[in-house]
């Protein structure tokens, strides 16, 4: 989990004030099935349609 924050800090940094984030990802199959079925999932996990 710390190599992921690691990873994350270092991608961001890279980025200049100016550039815009880039779009969310589009829902994965599991959080697809979690929809379907309305199963509620955390608030990190919404992402398009959501």
Do not use: C
């Not at 815009?20 to 349609?49: C, H, M, V």
């Amino acid at each position: 989990m710390f190599t992921a924050i690691a990873v994350n800090i270092e991608r961001l940094s890279g980025l200049s004030p100016a550039e815009e984030a880039p779009p969310p990802r589009r829902p994965t199959a599991f959080q697809n099935y979690l929809d379907q079925r309305e199963i509620a999932r955390p608030k990190s996990w919404r992402t398009l349609g959501s």
